[in-house]
């Protein structure tokens, strides 16, 4: 078991925040989870080498995470060293259309600083939460563009601590798909390829998209966006309305009555709740429609 006495060589070593048995509730758009055995927030890139070599030489399994937006832990929690990308590796650096940004860096500091800058292209991103890291490994989208238009490179860590880069044509993109996923590989920068536009007409574009999102989506609870992958040709949601699924509860958690494609987190709702209630929709939309939906969420941990 990781605890502070078997952990003391760690915390004499490591550059940023480190939280035994941290409930990663705290760190989830659904606010659900169980603990991690040991949260670490690096401060910048030496830092993570630092815990990366640390967890490697000891065989310790390693978790990442950005912003917690589009994850369900399990109640059991996560063992290991669970690593968030966060602020402390968030800067971001603007030079003519090129935008340099941290993994940690908040989606929303990004679309206002382009925005700011007058560069255009990235008005789809603006209300889609989470961190440049998440977004680049879940090659977020709305809207009809994704964020593999944007990027032109992706500086990574791998678990043992080496760096590489990965230039978009490396990054196998697909629909919320990227060569990041399950390989081990920890997206700490990228750099970002937007066009000029006049700064009014993206701030009205992001407007609109925001308005839009708060009139569709079911803000008002906590949730984790889509929780289903759309299948070619067709959507998630008008499926699991289809198959009568609005509204559908285990426990807390229950199917948006706005959106059909979120779950939302009435207020003590557990990860066994949940999917509990993705098994009982799925089974309902393929028995109605012959459709086996994919989750589009991360599932993470133990039960
Ligand atoms: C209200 C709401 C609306 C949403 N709307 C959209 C939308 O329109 N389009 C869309 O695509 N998504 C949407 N999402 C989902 C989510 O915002 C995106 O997938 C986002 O990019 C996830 O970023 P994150 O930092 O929160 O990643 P997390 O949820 O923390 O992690 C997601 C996955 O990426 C991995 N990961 C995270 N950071 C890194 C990193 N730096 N290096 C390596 N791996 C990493 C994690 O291990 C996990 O597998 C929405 C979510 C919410 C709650």
Redesign the pocket.
């Known amino acids: 078991m990781l605890d502070p006495a078997s952990c003391g060589e760690l915390r004499d070593l490591f550059e940023g925040s480190l939280i035994f048995r941290e409930p990663m509730s705290l760190h989830t758009?659904w606010r659900i989870g169980g603990p991690a055995e040991v949260f670490a927030e690096p401060r910048g890139v030496e830092g993570l080498k630092v815990i990366l070599k640390y967890a490697c030489r000891l065989g310790i399994p390693v978790?990442?995470?950005?912003?917690?937006?589009?994850?369900l832990v399990k109640d059991g929690g996560i063992k290991g060293i669970v690593i968030q990308?966060g602020s402390g590796l968030s800067d971001i650096k603007i030079d003519g259309q090129l935008i340099t940004a941290g993994?940690g860096l908040r989606l929303s500091r990004l679309v206002s600083a382009v925005r700011d800058a007058g560069i255009g292209g990235f008005e789809f991103i603006a209300g889609?939460?989470?961190?440049v890291?998440?977004?680049v490994?879940?090659n977020?989208?709305?809207y009809g563009s994704s964020v593999s238009d944007l990027v032109s490179r992706v500086t990574c860590i791998d678990f043992t601590g080496e760096e590489l880069h990965l230039e978009n044509g490396q990054m196998e993109w697909g629909y919320?798909k990227s060569a990041?996923q399950g390989k081990n590989?920890?997206?700490v920068e990228a750099v970002f390829v937007g066009s000029p536009r006049d700064r009014d007409l993206i701030a009205a574009d992001m407007e609109k998209y925001i308005s839009s999102r708060k009139a569709k989506?079911p803000?008002e609870y906590p949730?984790?966006?889509?929780v289903f992958k759309n299948p070619p040709g067709n959507y998630a949601g008008k499926l699991i309305d289809e198959a009568g699924c609005r509204g559908m509860r285990v426990g807390d958690a229950q199917v948006s009555v706005k959106h059909t494609n979120f779950i939302v987190n009435l207020g003590k709702a557990t990860a066994g709740e949940v999917l509990d209630l993705i098994a009982a929709v799925k089974s309902r939309v393929l028995e109605r429609s012959g459709i086996n939906l994919e989750l589009e969420v991360?599932v993470l941990g133990w039960d």
């Open positions: 758009s978790t990442v995470i950005g912003a917690g937006t589009n994850i990308v993994g889609i939460p989470g961190t890291g998440g977004a490994v879940m977020a989208g709305a919320r990041l590989l920890i997206a989506q803000l949730n984790s966006g889509s991360k």
